[in-house]
């Protein structure tokens, strides 16, 4: 039995040993790239992306940051990506910018995943050369991924409160940017620098972002074996054990 005992063990230990597979997927947020829907009010809009044949939602939508509070904003398609325009935005800039409030887009997700991407084209706006430093937050929320979130004139406070984890990214004019972050959530927000340690003027449309997302370990075909033939092992150990235990038995 010791044997046995030994063997499932071992199967076990190479079904743990076996890594969770990760899979990428990539969301074209320009007009070119996946139809999406947009709601009554102008700031939601949704995709969906396939990988090997499983499939990833997101819902976008648009919101700024003013006088310490957030409020919802229209979020619009372009070529060049998904733009913002603010309640203040007299000029309808239509770019995810920090001029006056912070502009950004909340990005839901149907499961975790970790960002690893996206293009950020930026823009040149009031002489800032083209700046696109940016913001990332990542957080989970409870219920459905594509639920309506209550942020409408939430404190900044309480938004930032709602994330696990901030980055800062200075970018340089740089479209697309790789991420090394380590952290993982099904919401994210991507919005102009709300830090701006170099004071200019940052502006961009996100035209895509890239993530992964990390699948349930699942044995390889040879660790079943193992296992099968583990768990055979067991059972006939034990029916062995039964047909001993009656050959001993005297009746009186």
Do not use: C
Request: proline content about 2%; glycine content about 8%; cysteine-free.
């Amino acid at each position: 039995m010791k044997t046995v005992y030994a063997a499932i063990a071992a199967t076990l230990s190479l079904a743990a040993a076996n890594p969770a597979q990760a899979t990428s997927f990539t969301f074209d947020l320009t007009n070119g790239g996946t139809t999406a829907t947009n709601n009554a009010a102008g700031n939601v809009r949704t995709y969906s992306a396939t990988t090997a044949g499983q499939t990833l939602g997101v819902k976008a939508t648009g919101w700024s940051i003013d006088d310490g509070r957030v409020y919802s904003a229209s979020l619009r398609s372009y070529s060049q990506g998904l733009g913002v325009t603010n309640r203040t935005d007299l000029l309808d800039l239509h770019t995810i910018d920090n001029i006056d409030s912070d502009d950004f887009v909340l990005l839901q997700f149907s499961q975790a995943v970790t960002l690893t991407s996206a293009v950020l084209n930026p823009y040149t706006l009031f002489l800032s050369l083209g700046d696109n430093d940016s913001t990332v937050k990542w957080g989970t929320m409870a219920g459905a991924w594509d639920q309506a979130l209550a942020l409408n004139g939430m404190s900044r406070t309480s938004f930032n409160g709602l994330f696990a984890g901030t980055v800062d990214i200075a970018s340089n004019g740089t479209a697309k940017q790789s991420f090394n972050i380590i952290g993982s959530g099904n919401m994210w927000m991507i919005g102009a620098s709300q830090a701006n340690p170099d004071i200019f003027v940052d502006g961009f449309k996100l035209a895509s972002v890239s993530v992964t997302t990390t699948a349930a370990a699942v044995p390889e075909p040879a660790t079943w074996a193992m296992m099968l033939l583990g768990f055979g092992m067991v059972d006939a150990a034990a029916r062995y054990r039964r047909r001993s235990t009656a050959a001993r038995v005297t009746i009186a």
